[in-house]
């Protein structure tokens, strides 16, 4: 009968064993590809690769970077440059180093 009830030793570690499988998949971050320029995105921060809109300079969250998240932001926020070529991008990313050396 006892190999039937639970007991709340085992509760505890099922617990502490499901919070460490959440904790783990919390931890992995994405990282920065080149190719998001073509996004209008630039990496930011400290190690944390946060994307960086180089059009209203507004940081996302690590989650943001996926391309398809990337591309409905540029579409859905900024339609009047999302035609505009890569080299566009990268003259605002110049002058967003720029602006940050001043």
């Keep these: ?12 570690l099922e617990k502490s ?4 499988a959440i904790n783990e998949r919390k931890s992995k971050r994405r990282k920065y590809d080149q190719e998001y320029i073509s996004f209008g995105f630039i990496a930011v ?4 690769d946060l994307p960086l809109c ?8 690590n989650d943001a970077i996926k391309p398809a998240k990337l591309k409905r932001h540029l579409t859905t926020m900024h ?5 505009k070529p890569k080299e566009y991008f990268e003259r ?4 967003y180093f720029k602006q940050k050396a001043l």
Excluded at 17 to 20: K, L, Q, R, S
Excluded at 45 to 48: D, I, K, L, S
Excluded at 79 to 83: P, R
Aim: proline letters at 0%; charged letters at 30%; zero cysteines.
């Design 79 to 83: 339609s009047d440059v999302a035609t």
């Design 17 to 20: 064993d499901n919070e460490a």
């Design 1 to 12: 009968m006892d190999r039937f009830v639970k007991r709340k030793a085992d509760q505890n």
């Design 45 to 48: 921060g400290t190690g944390a």
């Design 92 to 95: 605002q990313k110049e002058l």
């Design 54 to 61: 180089v059009v209203y300079l507004q940081t996302l969250l």
